[in-house]
């Protein structure tokens, strides 16, 4: 019980960093901004490493009803058809699913599911909030007239920031229905066979 009373006082104030952090990275991107693709690709990998290093020295999250998955994604199919599964078949792939710190996979062990089902929340935080930055800095660049660096930044950041975000929560959803009928916390012993399978 301590531990998740801790762990809410953490989540609770989070929100205020991360509103303080997207409005820092707007401000500097929209300040830096550049009427062109090499800006617009650029500054989603700028934003994504200082994510990345804000989150390794001050791990932050939203309220845990964030990361519970809705009813209408336990089925998997808004995915699917959001070509969310061949994305990740696309990290799997070039080696960066299964990184911890980018993208966690499933490893075997003693409650393998709840530390998976960890592990998921701080990358789909960080995406989230640079996906929020471009969207305000994509607005802002538009209203520029800037349109070709406007399309350049919707692009990098559906594929860089938005599916990262969908694929961590399909990957929630997937576990947290696979335990669903024994519990939510439990170990390598509890995923059937062919889930286990699926993920080698």
Do not use: K
């Not at 509103?19 to 690709?41: D, E, K």
């Not at 993208?103 to 909030?129: C, K, M, N, W």
């Amino acid at each position: 019980m301590s531990s998740t009373v801790t762990r809410g006082a953490t989540v609770r104030h989070a929100r205020p960093p991360l509103t303080a952090l997207a409005v820092a990275g707007f401000l500097w991107t929209s300040w830096i901004a550049q009427p062109s693709i090499v800006f617009a690709f650029a500054v989603n990998w700028a934003l994504m490493a200082a994510a990345y290093i804000v989150w390794l020295v001050m791990p932050l999250e939203l309220g845990a009803g964030y990361y519970q998955p809705n009813a209408y994604e336990r089925s998997g199919r808004i995915y699917a058809t959001l070509g969310v599964r061949g994305f990740q078949r696309l990290l799997r792939r070039s080696g960066y699913y299964g990184r911890q710190r980018i993208f966690p996979s499933y490893q075997r062990g003693p409650d393998a599911a709840d530390v998976l089902i960890a592990q998921t929340r701080g990358p789909e935080t960080a995406h989230l909030l640079v996906f929020v930055v471009v969207a305000a800095l994509t607005v802002d660049v538009a209203v520029r007239g800037w349109w070709s660096t406007a399309a350049w930044l919707v692009l990098f950041n559906v594929v860089l920031n938005a599916y990262p975000v969908l694929s961590m929560r399909d990957i929630r959803a997937r576990v947290q229905t696979l335990h669903a009928p024994r519990g939510f916390t439990c170990g390598i012993e509890a995923i059937p066979r062919r889930a286990t399978a699926s993920r080698r």
